[in-house]
């Protein structure tokens, strides 16, 4: 089934009101598509319009960040994701220089990735003790299977409904239960 164009102007629509859009105009058809193929499923099976504007909002931000990310103009650091700086080195825009006069580019420092990467290696690891201990605790539940078909095989929850055979909205329950559940513990060790 096609997206009709209703559908396809509000999400463009949804795409141009969010704030990240401005100043990268030029990925919108990136956005645009990214949203299309994560809203596809939804919106094709949709029977009760009413919300459809805050989901489809959701989505978008969502992909938003993700294309960002993928292009290089966002960066991660502990506070979040922030706007890259970008330099260019064509005649015609100047280029930023220190007060030497060297030229100063855009280059991350590799220590901090190295350290970010060390620091999500030791979340990752508490998570999955998290997910471990929570399965064992609720086995009818298979928490411990949902996680691993939707973090390690990148399933969607269509695709996990399908897998496991249970509904896709009993799916989106155990997931959100088993988040819960482990940030509860990783609050109760001091891990925010």
């Known amino acids: 089934m096609e ?4 559908y396809r102007y509000l999400i463009e629509n949804i795409i141009r009101k969010n704030p990240r859009f401005s100043g990268n105009e030029d990925l919108v058809e990136d956005f645009c598509s990214e949203t299309f193929k994560r809203s596809y499923s939804v919106m094709s099976s949709l029977h009760n ?6 989901y489809i909002n959701k989505i978008a ?18 506070d979040g994701y922030h706007k890259r700086l970008e330099v260019s080195l064509n005649r015609e825009t100047p280029y930023l220089k220190d007060d030497q006069g060297d030229l100063i580019l855009d280059i991350e420092d ?7 990467n060390i620091i999500d290696k030791e979340e990752i ?7 471990i201990l929570v399965s064992e605790k609720y086995p009818e539940k298979e928490y411990q299977k949902l996680f691993n078909l939707r973090y390690h095989q990148g399933m969607t929850q269509f695709q996990i ?3 496991v055979g249970i509904s896709q909205s009993e799916v989106s329950k155990r997931l959100t239960e088993l988040a819960k559940k482990v940030f509860v ?8």
């Open 61 to 78: 931000s969502s992909a938003i960040l993700e294309v960002l990310k993928s292009s290089g103009r966002l960066t991660r650091t502990r």
């Open 125 to 131: 690891k508490h998570i999955k003790n998290c997910v």
């Open 161 to 163: 409904s399908e897998e």
């Open 185 to 192: 513990i990783l609050k109760d060790i001091g891990i925010k």
């Open 3 to 6: 997206l009709t164009q209703e």
């Open 49 to 54: 319009k009413a919300n459809v504007d805050l």
């Open 110 to 116: 590799p220590a901090i990735n190295v350290e970010e």
